[in-house]
């Protein structure tokens, strides 16, 4: 079985972010994530993680403003600017965190239709392309992740069917997917045999039951079948857990004594 990696945006969140690596680390967590460090300091981010013996398997390039939805500029028409400030801004995070992947957030359309998908892909895809360049120049590999449009509006990047065929195109070797079961379930997708067709294009892994959002085994998707699925590959990465507890964070953790 991987290792299980503690999103700080989901657990331990009745504590402030900087009590939250101190909390992963003594629930036996070596690996944290967290989309935005930017707010708390890339340096301290840092610096709160090798205190407590904790590596970082991936960050976010900034995403725009949250108050106004924005959710990255990959996609966007006029925003050339905003779009490289953000991937270089990422880089030098990832750099500085030793996060193993940067993920590159799409933006949100509207109208949020197939129609405007296809309208927008050249100039995603163009871009995409550009930032796995520059992230590789600098040693670093991306991720891109699906986000179901239940969840999140108008997320550019709504299927993992989306993503597998972006990657294709683009054909980057240091690009990768980023497969949420709770958002491919989302989809009307069995995370288990989208799993088997694409394992080697997928760099992480973030996990949560459906519906509900909360600890496996709450709800429909079959997580022994998953996990067995993924120890049957060569996935070298890390699992995150980036779902709402259904209560205290550490009790609910109880739930990794049924898989591991």
Known sequence: MPEFCAHLGYLFTDVPLAARFDRAAKAGFDWVEHPAPYGFGVDAFATACRTHGLSVAQVAAPSGDAALGEKGFTCLEGRDNDFADSVQTGISAARTTGARFLHIMPGVIDPDTDDERARLRDLYSERLASAADDCAAAGVNILIEPIDNATVAGFYMNDPRFARDVLHQISRPNAFMLLDTFHAYNRGLD????????HEMIGHIQIADAPGRHEPGTGEIDYAA????????AYVGVIGLEYKPAGDTLAGLDWRLRYA
């Open 226 to 233: 998953f996990f067995d699925a993924v120890d049957g590959s």
């Open 191 to 198: 995370p288990v045999a989208f799993w088997q067709e694409t």
